[in-house]
């Protein structure tokens, strides 16, 4: 596993990392928890993505518990956590990035996991109801207090992420130094056009996140919806349609033959391909089982196979069936 | 109940909110209030406006006490105080906002209310033998400490808002966000005209008071002044001239047609009447016993009601007797 | 007693104020001390001064005792403290502004004072070996960390003051408010000339200090030393010289002629003459005795009397011997 | 001893000071370092160097355990740390200036130290893998935390000092003040041309390390390399081909009597001469028994008799065979 700098900043993550969206609190107690981060952590994982929703704050807790549990030391491993949706009731918790509401979701975000700071905050969704410089302060302060080390944007459009940091460059605040946007092989245009701009004016870092594109890159829908697999469960139907789309699907099968030719799966290919962009500074995978984070895991020895003509051959076939 | 943002602000309210002028500590007790507030909660209400001279330090008192006993999440709701008359005889502490007075004043309520901090803090009136750049130090540093979340100023002449505005620009300190002005049928110039240019420049908000010109919006005192009302009230007399104007109660008796058309009391009108002001963040009502609290609430019912038809009869009644 | 601003700052300071110099530690102990501050309290002054080199520390841990005794509202009185001259040995503790000392001293006079902060802190003589940003950060960090709530220096050379005013400014930290120079009748120059365009510039206050000159224009030294005088004390004879000059003793003759006629002493003379300039935000007098403290405070009545008349009387009998 | 201002700024330290390098911990448990640091404290020295990274955090816990025994008043003496290299393995706390290793190394080193604060804190080396505003911020960040006083950098090239001073001052925040380079007869190009233009621009103050050339000018290894010596150390052996240079310790060979004529060793007129250069504000030496301390001290003595002539002899001496 290669490590790589978070955009400009001199922060270090394993170019794949661990997240636990979907999965943990839902699926996933905390003995599951911690020993898919023990798989991941022996594989040279050293970041664990969080946010406050996921699970509506039972995935914190089972990572602070398993966290707890591994006793690895503090400095070693990098957590995140994101806030905008808010898990108690009101106007002010919901869909906000209003000072009132970071303040508080970033004490409860430490609580649950047991610690004095995450290494990353995201702003999980852009706010068009708080001006960029309340929130700007709100982050600030998150850091200049020594509740968490970086501040960060999640799926935020290119324009709100250059005012942000336009805001903190004025008025010498902290500015932020990551996003995390949706990135794979069927959503590839913002990550790869709307964002450019700001690679190169700002150094922003990228973690990038559904590198399977829930699944679907995995080749388990080529053949309709198994049993037991996200597109099975009700909560998750909205991915229904997306899951089971029949040009993607053989578009699936013919990477598979790619991935073959590469000694790995279709999935690992996937999850390589993310990490080949040298923009992308890691690619959270997710996985329920260990075995399962080890076999992502193993998409690492891909990424340097990806040569030109890998690359050929995979955009030929995505190319047509990339949504955006 | 319609929630806004105060000013341009991300901070949400209650476009009608609660208030304990005249009310705690002097009439009302803890159990009181604490009925009044899970009135005003009921309804909609998230906002709870306070200060340090409201029965000189018991308002405070009796409104950490009943929120205490109410035990909402604290993100939940927004709780004010203001500083400027003090409650400790001497230089430093009456009819100031210097450094010493600020400093002091903050932790003084915040023991009171037995609170971590209050969301708004407003400076209660200008002072002009204190530098505004001393108060807006001063401000900031409460919310540089975390005892508040976002300040501002309450009767202070919009050259001095914008005084300290742009001193807290030039320095890069927390700025105010929103004014506490009094504005009612009979008492609108300043909001309307004076604050006019404040809106467009930093987006001010308002958290208006008074919407009931002390009672006299009621029609309360169109026969006189009733045993039992504020008029009656011997602390409270200053206000007898203004509350028995003759021309004024006439003109509170032909809104009281125009009541009864919308479905509503005069009283209703007069709150809902603030509120259809865009620029109004929140109006603060207050009340001695909970079912006034829920008689006042129904007034968000009538804002929606106050189409231009309506407003012009409002005005044609009341604009001869508007005293600024 | 009435009450100034310090300089344009909002701080109120009783226009005769109480200091500790020479006096408290040496001569006096807690219970002197406590009875010299009650007298002073009890004639309306607010402002008691103080300073580390002050007896070795032992002026503070007096002044602290005393204070904890008289159990006044901290919000009610104004304390300082002086740094500069150090009381350990060593060559960043000694004639320093260094960050090292100034960090370090702060911590030593708050636990002496048994406070949580001072109201004032000043840089107690200038250091030509630390450049002045170097003090202006550890100054502002005091009031950012809450232990002093104004700084300003004691004895600087106006050029010196500009130069900390000026890079406070610069970079947008707490500048300095006040002085505290020597002025009386016989050591004019610096105050009235020297300092002038501070005050048209920067507001910048005064609290001065030996408005008698050590005791000269007490009219004492007239006729010889007197046993149990300050010019008697062993190590005080460095003033002995100055004391003891034939021509200004001959004019605190003629001055006590205008004080009789004015109805009051010629030390009371004096002290109204120090705050008959409005420059002056308050006079820092001394006394070991509580009667003492009383008979200076009648002072205070003296000041209205000082019209052009009488000034033009004191002038023309101090002028010749004023020093500088 | 005399003392000199670190640079610019206002802290003194000892012209001659005394470093743990390559000595605590690994051949120096707390009673040696305790019993040389007191022969070093009885020559006048201030300051006690140290590094994180000097025998893996083992070098901070015994000067803290000395220092603890040794019960000196806190602002009597300066103590310092560096960060870079790290002690706990991984990506982000290995070779890095990151914010994440510095903020929890500041951390570490105090508990190691047994400190609320350190004086100086130190970038030990250039990280190019972070950017420089990452690395100002968190120096800041412990000065304003109060876990440092002033900060600097070691074996930074001219260009990367002026990047962090010019980031500093644009952002205003606190600038470095010093570097601590090597520095020595056969190792002079750095301090005396690269980083001129620093002195004159930023008045960067040096703390100097290796007077000795790691013991080559104390003459030892011109007859072989003696049992016992550092060049005989294993992991000391990379030093081994300099050590034994023939032409460099020939050059020692002459400069005995240089030493001899002066009344000094060769060792004390090495450390001198380094503390002759008035931009070199303290030299940091090393010993591993109290009476080489004392030996090594009496350097202090020579300072003053290296006299222009003594300066021609050594520099004809030694310049043929200066490296750099």
Redesign the interface.
Known sequence: MD?R?LG?????V?ELSFGSWVTYGNQMDTKAARECMAAAWDAGV?FFDNAEIYANGKSEEIMGAALKELAW????Y?VSTKFFWGI??????KN??????L??AIDGSLKRLQMDYV?LVYCHRP?P???VD??V?AMH?MI???KA??WGTSEWDAKSIRAAYEFAEK??L?APVMEQPEYNLLHRKRVEQEYAPLYKDF?LGLTTWSPLASGLLTGKYRNGVPAGSRGALERMKFLLPQLTDKAANEAVGKLEAVAKDLGGSVAQLAIAWCARNSQVSTVITGASRPEQVTENMKAAALIPKLDAAAMKRIEDITRPVSAA
Do not use: A, I
């Open positions: 490590y700098r400009r900043s001199g922060l270090k394993s050293n030391p503090r400095v070693k990098v108690t009731e009101g106007p002010n918790t906000t990035l209003n000072r009132k509401y303040m508080d290494d706010d109801n708080t001006p309340e929130t302060w302060d200049e207090r020594g080390l970086y008025y010498r902290r150094g």
